[in-house]
């Protein structure tokens, strides 16, 4: 203890956190001095006598803090993945120290002023176009952090984001606490009745790690849940496991988060107005590709009519199957997914067990590297000998076509219960070559359930593509190619974000790719090509409900978010019910995420009045993909090198229009979207 390896040299491999040696108590003390540290480089550069030039003022701050940085790093994804009752304590206390340190930096008058002076000056200071680029973030950032505030503006509006910051982490911890708390146990078969071997497999994975003999047990983890919902033919065990999944965060006690959800959402229209907008979503969207409040309803509107129409032909399909099979025609939203894949099996002939064989966890993880070699010439070499935070993380160096080392990367693919729900990427540290070269470190986080020891982990199709699709995201850190953090990697406006993620799914059901890599876990047997086909027919089955699930949850987003009144609403599930019956959303379709587990809104900012971001992305990568199609090959080289350098490799060097356009030729157009959800006209004329 009287050691502290955070404030020691990291002698580790690739300057990887010192995994090994740290515990929750040695943060606290390192990011103590890290903070003055920072606050100390960041008075040396705003008090130099020297004129504000580019290289004194925003390099010299763009290098800075990177111990705060590395340590900031490694404590947050501890706390995602890894955590425990005394990195939570830490996380909380922290929370409000690590805020009032960014708005210290952020309203720092001196600094802002020689940052203002240069941006006054920018048209005549020779910056290359990345130089330029920064600049602007740099003082869009100030400006929109309080910079220009009157001094008891910026006293009141650090307290307030102090306040957010202990709030949105206290809100993700509620959300653990419950899912954590959940255990529904099935013992027997009379409990298991239509589970298949690899759902049942998994939940008594869980059950062993949690000491529960020989039982099964369905978690609120997404990978439990929605297999449960899928298969289990016990409809009382699904609407119990249902009603706990759609309640977390809603329950009196200690993990309650009415009110602080509440209070985020006052906060946040404080914040808003301070900066002069009249509500959250008008102030969050400034920084957006989409811009304003119309262009994101203009979006989710075109598809929120048609994909009602084709989840009430979805609708149908499901009562005419249970009528049919004497069962009640009502489908409650317990039911959906049940009798969704009976239809499923009966239309398609496909049935998740059918396919999971053919999707084994490692397999599909050599096609998304195979795919990443195939686009961009990178290997990557897994480090046996190198631990990480937990036994199951896996660490690789990725290594360039000339064979450099060009970042290392972390994979992190199990369900624990010391992990968050969902999946996710994340940075060690990010790439730049800002005075010294720094390459990337990134790490993908899912929570696949792990298959029994000595059984292999199988994956759904669905569990497939989000591990492409967090694949995605590491590629777009790993392949950063600029000069200054600042822009580096996935720091890119957040409704570009999810396109280098979106749009490696593609590639996962190319019909190459599933060739070379769906194998048979036991035999080695490529997928059957009549398995293919089926496949490649069902794409469309479900489509509806995802969207409308999709679409409903983000337009409660926005709805919450502009709301122009001081007070938030008094009742937030009463408000969210309002909001979705003026909608005519369907109640049996219910939607991805209700408020008060809303991760994406509450815990952190990043996704407030930000949730459509998927559905802005997904117009890019479908008009994206195109053109690959138009190139008549999936890895063809010319259109991969280009989408490397002005989408993989760019970060935000680069605004996102023109990086689009200097990939496309042009800029995208929504049809390929439509197409490819089935919701273009023709398809629901059909
Ligand atoms: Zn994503």
Not at 106 to 113: A, C, D, K, S
Not at 230 to 248: C, I, K, N, V, Y
Request: hydrophobic fraction near 40%; glycine fraction near 6%.
């Amino acid at each position: 203890m009287n050691v502290n390896p955070l404030l020691q040299d990291w002698k580790t491999p690739y300057g990887l956190p010192p995994f090994g040696s740290v515990q929750a108590q040695h943060f606290e003390p390192a990011f103590e001095r890290a903070i003055a540290e920072h606050r100390a480089e960041i008075d040396a550069i705003a008090n130099q006598t020297a004129a504000p030039s580019f290289e004194n003022t925003i390099a010299a701050l763009d290098r800075s803090g990177r111990n705060l940085d590395r340590i900031d790093n490694f404590f947050h994804n501890l706390a995602a993945s890894e955590t425990s009752s005394a990195l939570q304590a830490v996380q909380v206390r922290m929370a409000p120290v690590l805020a009032a340190h960014s708005s210290e930096t952020y309203m720092h008058r001196g600094l802002y002023e020689r940052i203002d002076a240069l941006h006054a000056q920018r048209e005549s200071l020779a910056l290359t176009p990345e130089q330029r680029r920064v600049l602007e973030r740099y003082h869009f950032d100030f400006a929109r952090s309080g910079a220009r505030f009157e001094p008891a503006a910026q006293q009141r509006y650090a307290q307030v984001m102090g306040r957010l910051a202990e709030l949105t982490t206290r809100f993700g911890q509620n959300v653990l606490a419950d899912e954590t708390a959940f255990q529904l146990v099935l013992r027997g078969e009379v409990d298991a009745a239509g589970l298949p071997e690899f759902v049942r497999a998994a939940m008594r994975e869980a059950a062993r790690e949690r000491g529960l003999g020989d039982a099964m047990l369905v978690t609120l983890s997404r990978s439990h849940i929605v297999p449960f919902l899928t298969f289990s033919e016990r409809r009382d065990l699904r609407e119990q496991a249902w009603r706990a999944w759609t309640t977390r965060g809603e329950h009196d006690g200690e993990h309650d988060n009415r009110g602080i959800a509440r209070e985020i959402l006052t906060l946040r229209n404080e914040q808003a107005r301070l900066h002069g907008y009249a509500s959250f979503a008008d102030y969050a969207l400034t920084d957006t590709m989409a811009g304003r409040q119309g262009a994101v309803l203009d979006l989710l509107k075109q598809v929120w009519e048609p994909a009602k129409r084709r989840a009430a032909d979805e609708q149908q399909a499901l009562e005419a199957l249970a009528l049919a099979r004497g069962e009640p025609g009502v489908i409650e939203p317990w039911d959906w997914r049940y009798y969704a894949e009976k239809v499923r099996q009966q239309r398609y002939d496909l049935d998740e067990a059918t396919i999971k064989p053919y999707f084994p966890l490692d397999r599909m993880i050599e096609a998304a590297f195979d795919c990443a070699q195939r686009l961009f010439g990178l290997r990557f070499v897994a480090q046996p000998g190198v631990a990480a935070y937990h036994p199951d993380v896996q660490v690789y160096e990725v290594r360039g076509a000339d064979d450099a080392l060009i970042g290392i990367f972390l994979h992190d693919n199990f369900a624990r219960p010391t992990k968050r729900s969902g999946a996710w990427m994340s940075s060690y540290r990010y790439q730049s070559r800002n005075g010294q070269v720094t390459l990337p470190i990134v790490v993908n986080n899912n929570n696949f359930a792990k298959g029994a020891p000595g059984a292999p982990t199988l994956l759904s199709v669905d569990d497939a593509r989000t591990l492409f699709h967090e694949f995605g995201h590491g590629l777009h850190g790993l392949l950063s190619n600029v000069t200054y953090e600042r822009v580096s990697g996935t720091n890119v406006l957040r409704d570009f974000v999810e396109l280098p993620s979106q749009l490696y799914e593609h590639w996962l059901l190319e019909p190459e790719v599933i060739a070379r890599h769906a194998r048979h876990w036991q035999t080695g047997e490529p997928i059957p090509q009549a398995l293919v086909d089926r496949l490649h027919a069902a794409r469309r089955w479900g489509q509806a409900y995802e969207t409308v699930r999709y679409a409903g949850s983000a337009l409660v987003d926005m709805a919450v978010h502009s709301r122009i009144e001081k007070e938030p609403p008094a009742d937030l599930p009463e408000f969210e019910a309002e909001t979705l019956a003026r909608l005519k959303l369907p109640p049996e379709v219910g939607i991805n995420h209700r408020l008060l587990h809303f991760q994406h809104l509450f815990s952190g900012s990043s996704y407030a009045a930000g949730y459509y971001v998927y559905l802005w992305a997904e117009v890019l990568d479908a008009d994206a993909f195109d053109a690959f199609k138009e190139a008549g090959d999936p890895f063809d080289r010319a259109t991969a090198e280009r989408l490397r350098r002005c989408i993989y490799g760019a970060g935000d060097s680069v605004a996102p229009q023109q990086a689009y356009a200097a990939f496309r030729g042009r800029m995208p157009s929504i049809e390929p979207l439509l197409r490819k959800r089935g919701l273009l006209v023709a398809d629901i004329t059909t």
